[in-house]
């Protein structure tokens, strides 16, 4: 893995992260680059120690892996325009674009290559995300074992053997930090109005959420039984639980959000996959 040479095209924040928490695991940077249009962008990676180019043909030509970390909306043609080189490197090709599916990807380039999809979350930005990667039959096994070292620097990374499920992914791990800020929000906004200094609120939420997230990764129990042990008949916890499963329907309010989230993420991936 460290004698591997990873290009990104695209320098921002994501690829970034990734370039990050590569150094971090001992990667050299000597064997990173980036390249990007934006000169600014160029300058942000370049602080990280890599080598930066200013047209994605030169990145290619010295890659073993390329990964794409540009907008799924310009994703086409940057691939259309790097397909020769691309073709005649043949490197391991990495995307993170979201909504971008492989069949895509494979039109764009004319032909086949090793492609693996991801889909990455934005807690990756610290290196706390949660990724499922999908490849498609040219990869290799030692090819996969990169992928997922990849971004294992920022996180949990999975894979999925059928791509259909990358709308799935998408709802609930892509979509999902929204969702938990969403909750935190409005935990913040009761506690204010139960009389808690604003700070006080924000805190008391920001660590729960936290510690609850770590009991849950580390317990041998499930969330359901994690939630079971800490409601004590006829207490406060059981009151507050009422209110949110009965009055408000919680979990048939989150099936149909994350049911709506599926269904713009395979919208979007049709309009992508149109261009």
Not at 84 to 113: K, N, W
Not at 165 to 188: C, H, N, Q, R
């Amino acid at each position: 893995m460290k004698d591997t040479s990873i290009g990104f095209i695209g320098c921002g924040n994501m690829a970034r992260s990734l370039i990050g928490g590569l150094i971090a695991d001992g990667h050299p940077a000597a064997r990173l680059s980036g390249a990007d249009p934006d000169a600014a962008q160029r300058e942000h990676a370049h602080q990280l120690g890599i080598e930066i180019y200013a047209e994605n043909d030169e990145l290619i030509r010295g890659a073993d892996v390329v990964v794409l970390a540009i907008k799924p909306q310009v994703l086409p043609a940057v691939v259309r325009a790097a397909a020769p080189v691309l073709l005649q490197r043949r490197p391991l090709v990495i995307s993170v674009a979201a909504g971008v599916r492989l069949d895509t990807l494979r039109r764009c380039l004319g032909a086949d290559l090793p492609l693996v999809r991801v889909m990455p979350n934005t807690p990756s930005l610290i290196q706390a995300g949660a990724a499922a990667l999908v490849a498609n039959l040219q990869v290799s096994a030692e090819q996969r074992d990169l992928a997922e070292t990849i971004m294992r620097a920022v996180g949990a990374a999975l894979w999925l053997e059928d791509e259909a499920l990358m709308d799935a992914v998408t709802a609930v791990s892509g979509s999902g930090p929204a969702y938990f800020f969403l909750v935190m929000e409005a935990m913040i906004r009761a506690g204010e109005q139960l009389g808690l200094p604003l700070e006080t609120a924000r805190l008391l939420t920001l660590e729960t959420a936290l510690g609850a997230a770590r009991m849950a990764l580390e317990s041998e129990s499930d969330p359901a039984t994690l939630r079971r042990q800490v409601t004590s008949p006829g207490g406060t916890t059981e009151q507050a639980l009422q209110v949110l499963m009965q009055e408000g329907d919680l979990e048939n309010l989150f099936a149909r959000a994350l049911a709506a989230a599926k269904r713009r993420s395979e919208e979007l991936a049709a309009e992508l996959g149109a261009q």
